[in-house]
């Protein structure tokens, strides 16, 4: 018994129980974690570039680009498999795997810390992108996103080329996920622009804190400027210690890192059939596709949407948190247990109200669920004396530039901010523990008073219970969101073969199975099909050219991006249409076959999960 319990008291067998606990979790519910039509998606790009279709000239969609990442591992199941039967669960294991590691590099990366280590590490792996386990934009750019911090972190402690260019390369990855995240290389290069002109910033610092100075002690000699630059860096330490990120040769080295995935993604896009003519001539067709539309969404709608869900985090008061912070940066004593106590009795009531809404909300996936440890965190590190400002540079703020940016660029507003927070979440757990040890450390002071003392066990318990709070939340609310379904059937054929669906979803799936294996039988393999329906894993059953710009679609069918898609390209116009409803919806139909009219001349036929429309000629 002893020597388990001192076993147990080892980190690394904490980790791998604590790893193999959650991996369990994952497994439980990789089977059964609902069906969102953005996982399908995912695979639907690389599947019509592995069957002849190009980037940018048939497929308008802008997650488009992150099948670079998705191509491999389709490619190998197809040519495996044959087809794209069972590719669902493939790829789940594929990302899980992908997951795992990454949880597995966060532990060894900060393994000295000990048991801190492993609360990084299980933060960050407890959480599955929008409740899907699927290779997209999204987990691609939060597992770089981390990587990249790794990777600064790592160059902060030793330089290494190598290191330098694979930062280069999580960056590159970043940009391929979201384009837009490629002004954060600009910014980098203002960064280091100023950098170098730092000592003329100090001295003018310095010289404005003088401002009783005559003109002629205003003239500093070049020893006065040498000792106000020591007494800037009194005040500013360790700044020369971040010189190794904005010398020529980091930019030159990080560059490279960057050029190295510009360049594989070059090759990708034209060895797939890609064009220089249809990058250029489908530009607008790109901006104005989006279910969100960018070529018409406007910057002042950004803005109300941005004070909208402001408003909504601050659970409908606006003033609390922005207040909130105000009060601590003022406040002189926020070092005091007791006021450290209050402040984080404040933040730990708000977690909860917060958490409490969003699974009551009915728009909750529209919120950050890693926002209440975020914000915790945050002040944390605000009420801790000796900062780990290490971290907060190398993690923190990428992570907060990160989240900026990839809110501005994606549609699903703040839980794409959500996505991103899990990174800087992993550093708010250094920030959390090290505000933990310096309440322990002044509640052991004799200059404490018995409340500040008193304090302190309450402190240690706020913080561990948020901890766990978020923990809990990820896992049973927000990662899966359901229990296993009772009297669910094992799916044996098509894309989604090996996992579990309900008895509706099992009944309406082999419907569907039916209707295009018809389909399949009357048509010729390079018989262009459109689908018009929520389930794009269709497109991967029924094996046939896609006659559409997207398989995602905002609800139904664009006609006019339709229209101007077969003008694009006429190789794509439809020789069968096929309406998919599973409860026979006669509105829908009727709908989507009176605006189809407009463009085709058909003969309309009735199938078991919807109708399939047989074009005779265009009318356009």
Same mark, same amino acid.
């Given at each position: 018994?002893?020597?388990?319990?001192?076993?147990?008291?080892?980190?690394?067998?904490?980790?791998?129980?604590?790893?193999?606990?959650?991996?369990?979790?994952?497994?439980?519910?990789?089977?059964?974690?609902?069906?969102?039509?953005?996982?399908?998606?995912?695979?639907?790009?690389?599947?019509?570039?592995?069957?002849?279709?190009?980037?940018?000239?048939?497929?308008?969609?802008?997650?488009?680009?992150?099948?670079?990442?998705?191509?491999?591992? *389709?490619?190998?199941?197809?040519? =495996?498999?044959?087809?794209?039967?069972?590719?669902?669960?493939?790829?789940?294991?594929?990302?899980?795997?992908?997951?795992?590691?990454?949880?597995?590099?966060?532990?060894?990366?900060?393994?000295?810390?000990? +048991?801190?280590?492993?609360?990084?590490?299980?933060?960050?792996?407890?959480?599955? #992108?929008?409740?899907?386990?699927?290779?997209?934009?999204?987990?691609?750019?939060?597992?770089?996103?981390?990587?990249?911090?790794?990777?600064?972190?790592?160059?902060?402690?030793?330089?290494?080329?190598?290191?330098?260019?694979?930062?280069?390369?999580?960056?590159?990855?970043?940009?391929?996920?979201?384009?837009?995240?490629?002004?954060?290389?600009?910014?980098?290069?203002?960064?280091?622009?100023?950098?170098?002109?730092?000592?003329?910033?100090?001295?003018?610092?310095?010289?404005?804190?003088?401002?009783?100075?005559?003109?002629?002690?205003?003239?500093?000699?070049?020893?006065?400027?040498?000792?106000?630059?020591?007494?800037?860096?009194?005040?500013?330490?360790?700044?020369?210690?971040?010189?190794?990120?904005?010398?020529?040769?980091?930019?030159?080295?990080?560059?490279?890192?960057?050029?190295?995935?510009?360049?594989?993604?070059?090759?990708?896009?034209?060895?797939?059939?890609?064009?220089?003519?249809?990058?250029?001539?489908?530009?607008?067709?790109?901006?104005?596709?989006?279910?969100?539309?960018?070529?018409?969404?406007?910057?002042?709608?950004?803005?109300?949407?941005?004070?909208?869900?402001?408003?909504?985090?601050?659970?409908?008061?606006?003033?609390? $948190?922005?207040?909130?912070?105000?009060?601590?940066?003022?406040?002189?004593?926020?070092?005091?247990?007791?006021?450290?106590?209050?402040?984080?009795?404040?933040?730990?009531?708000?977690? *909860?109200?917060?958490?409490?809404?969003?699974?009551?909300?009915?728009?909750?996936?529209?919120?950050?669920?890693?926002?209440?440890?975020?914000?915790?965190?945050?002040?944390?590190?605000?009420?801790?004396?000796?900062?780990?400002?290490? $971290?907060?540079?190398?993690?923190?703020?990428?992570?907060?530039?990160?989240?900026?940016?990839?809110? $501005?660029?994606?549609?699903?507003?703040?839980?794409?901010?959500?996505?991103? $927070?899990? *990174?800087?979440?992993?550093?708010?757990?250094?920030?959390?523990?090290?505000?933990? +040890?310096?309440?322990?450390?002044?509640?052991?002071?004799?200059?404490?008073?018995?409340?500040?003392?008193?304090?302190?066990?309450?402190?240690?318990?706020? =913080?561990?219970?948020?901890?766990?709070?978020?923990?809990?939340?990820?896992?049973?609310?927000?990662?899966?969101?359901?229990?296993?379904?009772?009297?669910?059937?094992?799916?044996?054929?098509?894309?989604?073969?090996?996992?579990?669906?309900?008895?509706?979803?099992?009944?309406?799936?082999?419907?569907?199975?039916?209707?295009?294996?018809?389909?399949?039988?009357?048509?010729?393999?390079?018989?262009?099909?459109? =689908?018009?329906?929520?389930?794009?894993?269709?497109?991967?059953?029924?094996?046939?050219?896609?006659?559409?710009?997207?398989?995602?679609?905002?609800?139904?069918?664009?006609?006019?991006?339709?229209?101007?898609?077969?003008?694009?390209?006429?190789?794509?116009?439809?020789?069968?249409?096929?309406?998919?409803?599973?409860?026979?919806?006669?509105?829908?139909?009727?709908?989507?076959?009176?605006?189809?009219?407009?463009?085709?001349?058909?003969?309309?036929?009735?199938?078991?999960?919807? *109708?399939?429309?047989?074009?005779?000629?265009? #009318?356009?």
């Amino acid at each position: 018994m002893s020597i388990l319990i001192k076993k147990l008291k080892n980190t690394d067998v904490l980790f791998v129980i604590s790893l193999l606990l959650v991996l369990l979790i994952h497994l439980f519910f990789l089977f059964i974690i609902p069906f969102f039509h953005d996982e399908s998606h995912y695979a639907t790009v690389p599947f019509r570039v592995l069957n002849g279709d190009s980037l940018i000239q048939h497929e308008w969609h802008l997650t488009q680009f992150a099948s670079l990442f998705s191509f491999l591992p *389709v490619s190998i199941w197809t040519a =495996i498999k044959g087809s794209a039967d069972g590719i669902f669960i493939f790829l789940r294991c594929v990302y899980l795997s992908i997951h795992t590691t990454i949880a597995v590099l966060i532990y060894r990366f900060f393994r000295k810390n000990g +048991k801190c280590a492993i609360m990084a590490s299980m933060i960050f792996y407890v959480q599955i #992108t929008y409740r899907i386990q699927a290779i997209s934009y999204q987990s691609v750019f939060v597992v770089s996103l981390l990587l990249l911090s790794l990777c600064l972190l790592s160059i902060y402690q030793k330089k290494s080329t190598r290191t330098y260019i694979f930062a280069g390369i999580c960056f590159g990855c970043c940009c391929v996920c979201n384009p837009l995240f490629c002004l954060a290389f600009v910014l980098y290069l203002l960064v280091c622009a100023l950098w170098t002109k730092r000592d003329v910033l100090i001295i003018k610092v310095m010289e404005f804190k003088t401002s009783r100075k005559t003109e002629k002690e205003k003239k500093l000699t070049k020893k006065q400027k040498r000792e106000q630059k020591q007494q800037m860096n009194d005040v500013f330490p360790n700044m020369e210690n971040y010189n190794c990120f904005f010398t020529k040769e980091a930019i030159l080295r990080f560059t490279c890192g960057i050029l190295i995935v510009a360049i594989i993604a070059v090759i990708y896009f034209f060895l797939t059939g890609g064009t220089i003519e249809s990058v250029f001539g489908n530009i607008e067709n790109l901006l104005g596709s989006s279910e969100y539309d960018i070529a018409s969404n406007s910057v002042f709608s950004k803005i109300g949407q941005t004070i909208e869900y402001f408003s909504k985090a601050n659970l409908g008061m606006p003033w609390i $948190l922005p207040l909130l912070f105000i009060v601590i940066l003022v406040d002189k004593k926020k070092k005091k247990n007791a006021h450290r106590f209050a402040y984080l009795i404040i933040l730990a009531l708000w977690s *909860v109200v917060f958490m409490v809404i969003l699974v009551l909300s009915a728009e909750f996936k529209m919120f950050a669920a890693s926002l209440p440890f975020f914000v915790f965190s945050t002040v944390c590190y605000l009420l801790t004396e000796s900062k780990n400002k290490t $971290l907060f540079n190398c993690m923190y703020i990428p992570c907060s530039i990160a989240a900026v940016f990839h809110y $501005l660029a994606a549609d699903t507003h703040l839980a794409a901010i959500g996505v991103v $927070l899990a *990174v800087g979440n992993v550093a708010g757990v250094f920030f959390a523990t090290d505000l933990y +040890k310096e309440i322990r450390a002044a509640s052991d002071g004799d200059n404490e008073t018995i409340v500040d003392k008193d304090s302190y066990t309450w402190c240690r318990k706020i =913080i561990i219970a948020t901890f766990c709070l978020q923990i809990l939340f990820y896992c049973v609310f927000y990662t899966y969101g359901q229990l296993p379904i009772k009297g669910a059937s094992k799916v044996t054929t098509g894309p989604y073969a090996g996992l579990y669906m309900s008895e509706e979803q099992y009944t309406n799936y082999n419907n569907a199975i039916k209707d295009l294996d018809y389909i399949k039988n009357i048509s010729k393999e390079d018989a262009p099909v459109l =689908i018009a329906t929520y389930e794009n894993w269709m497109y991967l059953y029924i094996d046939r050219p896609m006659a559409t710009y997207t398989t995602w679609y905002r609800g139904s069918l664009d006609i006019n991006q339709l229209t101007a898609y077969y003008k694009e390209n006429p190789e794509k116009r439809p020789e069968y249409i096929y309406i998919e409803s599973p409860k026979f919806n006669e509105t829908l139909i009727q709908n989507t076959t009176n605006e189809l009219s407009s463009m085709f001349n058909f003969t309309k036929e009735e199938l078991s999960n919807g *109708v399939l429309l047989k074009v005779n000629g265009n #009318t356009i």
